[in-house]
């Protein structure tokens, strides 16, 4: 079993700035890729950013140059930084992970349970 938690989401005005973290416990497992994924209300869930086992980085067009996704592979914790916060940056977000669990080699999908980020204009 292996379980993702999010934390850090509250209000926050335009401009500002808050910082997501994703910690992944359980069974023993080696995480691939990890991604940070948002949800607003009445859209689907978009991909804001990923990050690779070996540090390759993307993100969404909409988020570039504002956020940044990073992770401590010594923690199990991936973090995503958000800067210059727009109203329409407002969702729940959700921590995502590509694992691989050791004891058969079977390769999982994990999801956290989400964090409300709102940006007030």
């Known amino acids: 079993q292996v379980q993702l938690v999010e934390s850090g989401g509250g209000l926050v005005q335009a401009g500002g700035s808050l910082r997501l973290s994703c910690a992944a416990s359980g069974t023993i497992f080696s995480i691939n890729a990890m991604g940070w994924y948002r949800q607003a209300p009445g859209k689907q869930r978009e991909l804001v950013a990923g990050?690779?086992?070996?540090?390759?980085?993307n993100y969404a067009d909409s988020v570039k140059g504002r956020f940044t996704i990073s992770r401590d592979n010594a923690k199990n914790m991936a973090y995503l930084q958000m800067n210059s916060l727009k109203p329409e940056d407002t969702g729940v977000y959700y921590c995502n992970a590509d694992i691989t669990w050791v004891v058969t080699g079977l390769d999982l999908e994990v999801w956290g349970q989400g964090t409300l980020v709102t940006v007030s204009s």
């Open positions: 990050i690779s086992s070996g540090g390759s980085i």
